[in-house]
């Protein structure tokens, strides 16, 4: 009995830890470095309360969209940034899928998509070197792509 429930908790941890989605992976590669980071973490409750305060003549759309995201994780530096934003692109290959890229003087960035179908993605992901910051944001969750594209062309008018 004692090992059934040894390889039951094996599994369960093992289950745990792949579905880690890429910031928490991320942040586990490079825990030597934390002291380079700041982290803001949005968890489903924080999500919850603004679509309460969102009232009743809110957009029911993005309403929806808020609804269906699991998670929101940002993740800056403003030391070894380079560094940073190099390893975070390199580990993106493979599971995830380059929707946009913006290369400047100035500026880089990334955005991935992970299990993306019919315009809904589990995971969004966007990786951003500017100057000397870098900047990486996860979003989590099932996400409309096409209300995500709404909602940066509403943030980027303000």
């Known amino acids: 009995m004692k090992k059934i429930i040894t390889t039951l ?6 289950v745990m830890v792949s579905a880690q989605d890429f910031s928490n992976n991320f942040l586990e590669a490079n825990k030597d ?3 380079d980071f700041t982290i803001v ?5 924080m999500l ?7 009232g009743s003549e809110a957009d029911a759309e ?12 940002m993740v800056t530096a403003a030391n070894n940034s ?6 975070a692109k390199s580990s993106l290959s493979g599971q995830y899928e380059e929707l946009v890229s913006v290369d400047n003087s100035a500026k880089n960035v990334r ?13 969004v992901i966007m990786l951003m070197l500017e100057n000397t910051k870098f900047t990486l944001i996860d979003i989590s969750g ?3 792509l096409n209300q995500l594209s709404k909602l940066s062309t509403i943030v980027s008018k303000m």
């Not at 919850?48 to 969102?54: L, R």
């Not at 309403?63 to 998670?71: E, P, W």
């Not at 380079?82 to 390893?87: D, E, G, M, Q």
């Open 62 to 73: 993005m309403k929806t969209f808020i609804q269906n995201i699991k998670g929101f994780r």
């Open 33 to 35: 470095k934390q002291a």
């Open 111 to 123: 955005i991935y998509t992970k299990d993306a179908k019919n315009n809904v993605a589990s995971e």
């Open 41 to 45: 973490n949005v968890t489903p409750s």
């Open 142 to 144: 099932k996400i409309d």
């Open 82 to 87: 380079k560094n940073h934003y190099n390893s």
């Open 48 to 54: 919850k309360m603004i679509v309460d305060q969102m």
């Open 9 to 14: 908790v094996f599994f369960g941890l093992c």
